[in-house]
C-alpha cells in the first residue's frame, strides 16, 4: 500500500510541479493599493435629499446578520416575509409580487422588458426625468413610444390621458405617482378604470411616494406598481419592489418573444420568488444581505402603519414647507395638493447659485440636500423627508442651515 501510495506520488509529482511554475511564470504589475490598507471611513450625515436616506438601527443590525445560501428554506421564508410586506405597502392581492435585484431602475426595466414587445404603442407621461426614461426604455425595446410631454412642475389630467388613449390606441401607459425631480405627485383616481376601457395596462412609478402617501393598486386599477427600498422604507439601495396584475401577467403569458432580459424574465423571477405552483429553481443570486434590511425595512413599516406613516409624512411637511415660506422662499408645486409629501422642491432663489447653497449645507451642517435632475436642473432645490428621516427636528435642522446659506453665499444681484 505504502508502495503503491509513493508511486502515485511520483507519477502526480511532474504534473503538480508544472502547474505551480505555470501560476508563478509572472510578476505581478500592480501593487495591493494604499488606500485599502486604511480602514473604511464613512462621514456621517443627514440625508435629506431625494433619497437615499438613512438607515434606522433595525435596518442597520440587518446588515450585519450572517450570510445563508440564497437557495436554502430560510431564505426562502424571508422572500415570502418580503412579499407579504409588498403586498401590504401597495395594498394588493397579485401573487405575481416580488423583489428585484436591482435598484428602481432595474424594477422599470422589468416592467417594460416583460410587458411590450417591438411594435406595441406605449404612451408616457413624461413630466420629469422618470417619464424620460422609461421612453428611453421603451424605444430601446422597440416599442412605438408616445411621450406625453409637460414643463416640470405639470400633471396629467384624466382628459389628457384620455385623448392619448384615444389616438395612439396604447397596450401600455407609464405615470409617475412621486416625481422626484419636480415634486409633482400625480393623481391616480380613476386612471385605472381609464386605461382598461380602452384595453390598456397601467404602470405606475411609487419609487419616491411609497410608504409616504396613499397608494391602492387593486382599488385604483394599477397593473404594474413598483418602487424602491432606499426611499421612505430607509433601506440600502440595490433592490425594488414590483407587482403585476392578472391582466398584466396575462399580457407576459401572450408573448410572442422572449423579453429581452433573461435576467429580468418575470417568469423565472416567478418562480424563485414562489409566485407558483412549482418547485422553485435557481435563477441568479439574489443579493441575500440587501434582503434582511430589505425584510426589516418592510416590518418596520408595517408595525408603525401604513395611515400612520402617510400622516407623519403629510404633518412634517406641511411644517417644512411653513418654515421655508418663512425664509422667504418659493415652493416650486404651486398647487398644494400637486405637491409630493416625501420630496419638497423649492424654486431656486433669484441670484443665487444653487450649487453655492447645496455645498455650503453639506459642507458646514453635514447635511445633504440636492439640485435639479434632469428638466429641473436648476430650476429647484429639493429637500427629502423619507421615512425615519421625517421628523420636525430634521426640518428645524436643515431650514437653520439653509438661513445661515442664504445669509453666506455670494448673490448677484444684476
Known amino acids: 500500500?505504502?508502495?503503491?501510495?509513493?508511486?502515485?506520488?511520483?507519477?502526480?509529482?511532474?504534473?503538480?510541479?508544472?502547474?505551480?511554475?505555470?501560476?508563478?511564470?509572472?510578476?505581478?504589475?500592480?501593487?495591493?493599493?494604499?488606500a485599502l490598507q486604511k480602514p473604511l471611513s464613512v462621514p456621517n450625515r443627514l440625508l435629506?435629499?431625494?433619497?437615499?436616506?438613512?438607515?434606522?438601527?433595525?435596518?442597520?443590525a440587518a446588515g450585519g446578520l450572517q450570510m445563508i445560501g440564497h437557495m436554502h428554506k430560510e431564505m426562502y421564508q424571508i422572500m415570502d416575509e418580503i412579499k407579504q410586506g409588498i403586498q401590504y405597502l401597495f395594498q394588493t392581492k397579485n401573487?405575481?409580487?416580488?423583489?428585484?435585484?436591482?435598484?428602481?431602475h432595474c424594477a422599470l426595466e422589468a416592467a417594460l422588458f416583460n410587458v411590450l414587445e417591438p411594435g406595441d404603442s406605449f404612451l408616457v407621461g413624461?413630466?420629469?426625468?422618470?417619464?424620460?426614461?422609461?421612453?428611453?426604455?421603451?424605444?430601446?425595446?422597440?416599442?412605438?413610444?408616445?411621450?406625453?410631454?409637460?414643463?416640470?412642475?405639470?400633471?396629467?389630467?384624466?382628459?389628457?390621458v384620455e385623448e392619448g388613449l384615444a389616438q395612439h390606441k396604447p397596450v401600455l401607459l407609464f405615470l409617475t405617482q412621486g416625481e422626484?425631480?419636480?415634486?409633482?405627485?400625480?393623481?391616480?383616481?380613476?386612471?385605472?378604470e381609464l386605461c382598461h376601457r380602452y384595453k390598456c395596462l397601467l404602470l405606475v412609478d411609487s419609487v419616491a411616494s411609497l410608504g409616504g402617501t396613499p397608494i391602492y393598486m387593486d382599488q385604483q386599477g394599477i397593473d404594474i406598481l413598483y418602487s424602491g427600498s432606499q426611499k421612505v422604507l430607509n433601506a440600502p439601495p440595490g433592490t425594488s419592489l414590483i407587482s403585476f396584475s392578472d391582466q398584466a401577467r396575462n399580457k407576459i403569458d401572450a408573448r410572442k418573444t422572449k423579453p429581452?432580459?433573461?435576467?429580468?424574465?418575470?417568469?423565472?423571477?416567478?418562480?424563485?420568488?414562489?409566485?407558483?405552483d412549482q418547485p422553485r429553481m435557481y435563477h441568479h443570486t439574489t443579493?441575500?444581505?440587501?434582503?434582511?434590511?430589505?425584510?426589516?425595512?418592510?416590518?418596520?413599516?408595517?408595525?408603525?402603519?401604513?395611515?400612520?406613516?402617510?400622516?407623519?409624512?403629510?404633518?412634517?411637511t406641511a411644517y417644512l414647507h411653513g418654515c421655508l415660506q418663512g425664509l422667504g422662499l418659493q415652493l416650486f408645486v404651486k398647487d398644494p395638493a400637486l405637491r409630493l409629501p416625501t420630496v419638497t422642491t423649492v424654486a431656486v432663489p433669484a441670484g443665487y447659485d444653487w450649487r453655492d447653497i447645496v455645498s455650503y449645507v453639506m459642507n458646514h451642517f453635514d447635511i445633504e440636500i440636492t439640485g435639479g435632475l434632469g428638466p429641473s436642473v436648476g430650476k429647484v432645490l429639493r429637500i427629502g423627508l423619507l421615512?425615519?428621516?421625517?421628523?420636525?427636528?430634521?426640518?428645524?435642522?436643515?431650514?437653520?442651515?439653509?438661513?445661515?446659506?442664504?445669509?453666506?453665499?455670494?448673490?448677484?444681484?444684476?
Open 48 to 60: 435629506l435629499g431625494p433619497g437615499p436616506s438613512n438607515l434606522p438601527p433595525r435596518v442597520l
Open 1 to 34: 500500500m505504502f508502495r503503491a501510495l509513493v508511486t502515485a506520488g511520483a507519477a502526480l509529482k511532474p504534473r503538480t510541479t508544472g502547474w505551480v511554475r505555470a501560476m508563478a511564470s509572472y510578476q505581478l504589475l500592480v501593487p495591493p493599493p494604499e
Open 126 to 160: 413624461a413630466n420629469g426625468i422618470w417619464g424620460l426614461r422609461a421612453a428611453d426604455i421603451g424605444e430601446r425595446i422597440g416599442a412605438r413610444v408616445h411621450p406625453m410631454v409637460k414643463e416640470p412642475g405639470g400633471h396629467y389630467t384624466l382628459q389628457e
Open 180 to 192: 422626484s425631480s419636480t415634486g409633482v405627485l400625480q393623481p391616480l383616481d380613476g386612471y385605472g
Open 260 to 276: 429581452c432580459s433573461f435576467y429580468l424574465d418575470m417568469k423565472w423571477l416567478a418562480n424563485i420568488w414562489g409566485c407558483e
Open 387 to 414: 421615512g425615519c428621516n421625517a421628523t420636525r427636528e430634521n426640518v428645524d435642522r436643515v431650514v437653520e442651515a439653509l438661513k445661515e446659506a442664504l445669509q453666506r453665499c455670494p448673490r448677484n444681484k444684476l
Open 95 to 104: 401573487r405575481l409580487t416580488l423583489a428585484i435585484s436591482g435598484s428602481g
Open 287 to 316: 443579493p441575500v444581505i440587501s434582503l434582511y434590511s430589505l425584510r426589516e425595512s418592510l416590518a418596520v413599516l408595517a408595525q408603525q402603519g401604513l395611515e400612520n406613516s402617510w400622516r407623519q409624512h403629510r404633518e412634517v
